[in-house]
């Protein structure tokens, strides 16, 4: 269930979604790690391109 809410948040903040809260959490996550980015990235591969503002 955790690993659906996360995917929920990635997608959200791909669409643009996510309010102003998590996008700063996603976005320190997204600074842990190079690794963050990546798998970030591969999410964003699976997102609609005419969906996506990130």
Do not use: R
């Not at 997608?11 to 970030?40: D, H, R, V, Y």
């Amino acid at each position: 269930m955790k690993e659906q809410l996360q995917a929920n948040l990635f997608t959200k903040f791909i669409t643009g979604m996510c309010t102003s809260e998590e996008e700063a959490f996603l976005k320190k996550w997204l600074k842990s790690n190079p690794a963050n980015q990546l798998f970030l990235g591969f999410v964003q591969q699976n997102i609609p391109q005419n969906l996506q503002t990130k």
